[in-house]
Nanobody
Framework: VQLQASGGGLVQPGGSLRLSCAAS????????MGWYRQAPGKQRELVAT???????NYADSVKGRFTISRDNAANTVYLQMNSLEPEDTAVYYC???????????WGQGTQVTVSS
């Protein structure tokens, strides 16, 4: 499974960005897709995951601001990020897997920078 993420960039605090990730190389619906992030000097952390059954998980730090969604037929996952804060600055990785934490496959990462 290959994952191709896009949509990162530079945004001011309070702004919005939408990340997209398309999976290829799989002939079936991937059970769980999600997003992780890694800020400079910090460990990689789960941001959000979504299953084909509609179950979603979010990190406490992004609840109410970020929304994950999926197009199951297209094996594509999105992350709508609103009310962005400087603390959201990180490299965001698209992931996929069979468990709720979706860590079997990783994309290349896309940079999100929140700064004025």
């Amino acid at each position: 499974v290959q994952l191709q993420a896009s949509g990162g960039g530079l945004v001011q605090p309070g702004g919005s960005l939408r990340l997209s990730c398309a999976a290829s190389g799989s002939s079936f619906n991937i059970p769980v897709m999600g997003w992780y992030r890694q800020a400079p000097g910090k460990q990689r952390e789960l941001v959000a995951t979504a299953s084909t059954t509609g179950t979603k998980n979010y990190a406490d730090s992004v609840k109410g601001r970020f929304t994950i969604s999926r197009d199951n037929a297209a094996n594509t996952v999105y992350l709508q990020m609103n009310s962005l804060e400087p603390e959201d600055t990180a490299v965001y990785y698209c992931t996929a897997g069979s468990k709720w934490y979706a860590r079997d496959f990783w994309g290349q990462g896309t940079q999100v920078t929140v700064s004025s």
